[in-house]
């Protein structure tokens, strides 16, 4: 059972500053502010130890440098990357049967440069990395370089610069996943997104799309009920809810998401109740001097293993009730007889038809 106020934190280790700050910003994009991220670089250095349980580490030739300073269950992250379709533009703009260098600052980076803009199905055969190390490029060639500043002598030529390489949204996926966050990758983001780069894996973004869209058909059907609704996992952590939910409990858009039950509703020992597992509990509570009527039920089915909360202000509650007698009074369903039915001729009876 995770820790109900553990922090979902992330570490970003890349090898300049302003790379970790892109990645970041991305991430947030997603995940808003469900998770705290922490930002390392080679370029600034004064790390020496991880505590974060997730590492995003930008370069794979510095995995087992980054794994030495660990916990024994950190997870570390290699992200796939890709360009912008504007940076792809670019590329797909140069003639296929030019000689064309990609650099950046080491050999091994070079070459997985090359290999994402071959991933994208960019036809031009003679892709060649280049480094510092090599001292120059040869004169008037084209060079395409993600946003690094040449370390090289390259005597009149064109440098074309792709900017950033950024994160493929497979890997923002599966950030979300292990930080137990995938909830918040909404159908309008990724749509956005996927607007705006050139997915390497149109499978995994196809996927993608098919479940934020299943999802959304799930808002909807939550959208439809009148009672505020609410899903909560075995250890008391919230997994969805419903537009009604959050007006009943004045909370933010996604700000419960992620988050121990129990901050938001205080009236109720949420402790008690996950370990004893209560098939069905029902209480009228009080949350922001309203009152609550709360019902919880246990379920566990294949998609959904936890608790469902039903939650309705009680006067709502109450004016419901009425309007279904009302029905019924109109619908000729009343009682065919009345006290004056009763047979009996005792005190006990008389006295008692009297007060009625």
């Known amino acids: ?42 370029e600034e250095g004064g790390f020496t130890f991880f505590e974060e349980k997730l590492i995003l580490l930008s370069v794979n030739l510095k995995y087992e440098e980054i794994l030495k300073m660990c916990n024994l269950d950190a997870q570390i992250i290699i992200p796939n990357l890709t360009f912008e379709k504007s ?28 290999a994402i803009i071959c991933r994208l199905g960019v036809d031009i055969p003679n892709l060649i990395p280049c480094y510092p190390e090599m001292k120059k490029i040869p004169e008037n060639s084209i060079v395409l370089t993600p946003g690094e500043k040449l370390n090289i002598e390259a005597k ?4 074309i610069d792709l900017e950033y390489r950024i994160i493929d949204l497979s890997s923002i996926a599966d950030i979300a996943m292990k930080l137990n966050l995938e909830s918040l990758i909404q159908e309008d983001l990724v749509k ?56 009943i409990l004045s909370i933010n858009g996604n700000e419960m998401i992620g988050k121990y039950i129990g901050e938001y509703v205080k009236s109720l020992d949420f402790d008690q109740i996950i370990k004893k597992e209560v098939p069905y509990f029902q209480k009228l509570i009080k949350v922001n001097n309203i009152d609550i009527n709360m019902e919880i039920k246990y379920t566990h089915i294949s998609v959904f293993n936890g608790f469902i909360i039903k939650v309705s202000k009680f006067h709502q509650a109450e004016k419901k009730q009425a309007k279904l007698r009302a029905q019924l009074m109109s619908s000729g369903n009343v009682s065919k007889y009345n006290f004056d039915d009763i047979i009996g ?7 008692t038809k009297n007060c009625i």
């Open 1 to 42: 059972m995770r820790d109900k106020n553990e922090k979902r934190e992330l570490a970003i280790v890349t090898l300049k500053k302003d790379a970790g700050e892109i990645y970041a910003n991305q991430i947030n994009y997603f995940l808003g502010d469900s998770i705290k991220i922490n930002l390392y670089s080679f």
């Open 156 to 159: 009149n030529c064109k440098i």
């Open 192 to 247: 956005k997104f996927m607007d705006k780069i050139v997915p390497i894996s149109y499978i995994t973004e196809k996927l993608l799309v098919t479940q934020t869209k299943l999802e959304n058909q799930f808002d909807f059907l939550l959208s439809a009920i009148d009672d505020g609704i609410i899903g909560v996992s075995n250890d008391g952590i919230v997994q969805f809810y419903s537009h009604v939910a959050r007006e």
């Open 87 to 114: 940076s792809f533009e670019k590329i797909c703009k140069i003639n296929k049967n030019e000689t064309v260098f990609v650099y950046n600052l080491s050999k091994s980076m070079a070459l997985e440069t090359i």
């Open 345 to 351: 001729c005792s005190d006990s009876i008389k006295n």
